[in-house]
């Protein structure tokens, strides 16, 4: 189990957030409807993944819950998101061949979480997620590059998935501000402007080949 160092990443007071691989070890920590629902899925990839995305987010609620992790009352809304009563969760997990991890955080205001790995885009991916006054943001970080296009995504999508919406409002519904000197951190903070949710805050690091990041609504 890889934790996130809250000193690193500087989360607010009050949000927790996991990362977990599919080699950690941790034992699966699901519901009766969970074990049901994860029987559903016929690809392998997919079955360990949402193992790994729910052991995360329950493991986090547990503590915050003083219940076991199979005891937390995390279940599914009807957008498909998942939902804690009382509190915010959002869970994000990919895999690549035998490579699986997910990312969960849980916290008392709006929340979320997306992970990507790095991988080929298509070479104009940013005119479908920009709007013209973050053309200079994407330069500034060295142009429409893979790695730097995977970012931009990331961490519209953690918004985007804190809002609830996902991409079905358009990546162009999040405005970014990033302070960048022309080279591509490592690990930093952005702002964002979302219409209808207002302000959010992005706390986004590198870890091997995933960009991850934590999206929480600003006061």
């Known amino acids: 189990m890889?934790?996130?160092?809250?000193?690193?990443?500087?989360?607010?007071?009050?949000?927790?957030?996991?990362?977990?691989?599919?080699?950690?070890?941790?034992?699966?920590?699901?519901?009766?409807?969970?074990?049901?629902?994860?029987?559903?899925?016929?690809?392998?990839?997919?079955?360990?993944?949402?193992?790994?995305g729910r052991t995360a987010a329950r493991t986090l609620a547990s503590l915050r819950l003083g219940v076991p992790p199979e005891a937390v009352p995390l279940g599914v809304g009807a957008d498909g998101a998942p939902e804690l009563p009382g509190l915010h969760v959002s869970i994000a997990h990919t895999a690549r061949a035998d490579h699986v991890a997910a990312l969960a955080a849980v916290a008392g205001c709006?929340?979320?979480?997306?992970?990507?790995?790095?991988?080929?885009?298509?070479?104009?991916?940013?005119?479908?997620?920009?709007?013209?006054?973050?053309?200079?943001?994407?330069?500034?970080?060295?142009?429409p590059t893979d790695d730097v296009q995977t970012l931009l995504w990331t961490l519209k999508e953690a918004v985007l998935k804190g809002q609830r919406t996902g991409f079905r409002a358009g990546?162009?519904?999040?405005?970014?501000?990033?302070?960048?000197?022309?080279?591509?951190?490592?690990?930093?903070?952005?702002?964002?402007?979302?219409?209808g949710s207002g302000a959010w805050t992005v706390a986004f690091g590198r870890d091997g080949d995933l960009w991850l990041a934590i999206a929480w609504a600003s006061p």
């Open 171 to 195: 990546g162009r519904s999040v405005r970014l501000a990033l302070d960048a000197d022309g080279a591509l951190p490592d690990s930093g903070h952005a702002r964002a402007e979302a219409d």
């Open 110 to 143: 709006p929340v979320g979480v997306d992970l990507e790995r790095v991988a080929r885009r298509r070479p104009d991916l940013w005119r479908r997620i920009l709007n013209a006054d973050e053309h200079a943001l994407l330069e500034r970080l060295g142009g």
């Open 2 to 52: 890889t934790d996130l160092d809250p000193g690193t990443w500087r989360l607010p007071a009050g949000l927790d957030a996991r990362l977990l691989r599919a080699a950690a070890g941790t034992p699966p920590a699901l519901s009766d409807a969970e074990r049901s629902r994860l029987q559903t899925f016929g690809h392998p990839d997919r079955r360990r993944q949402f193992v790994l």
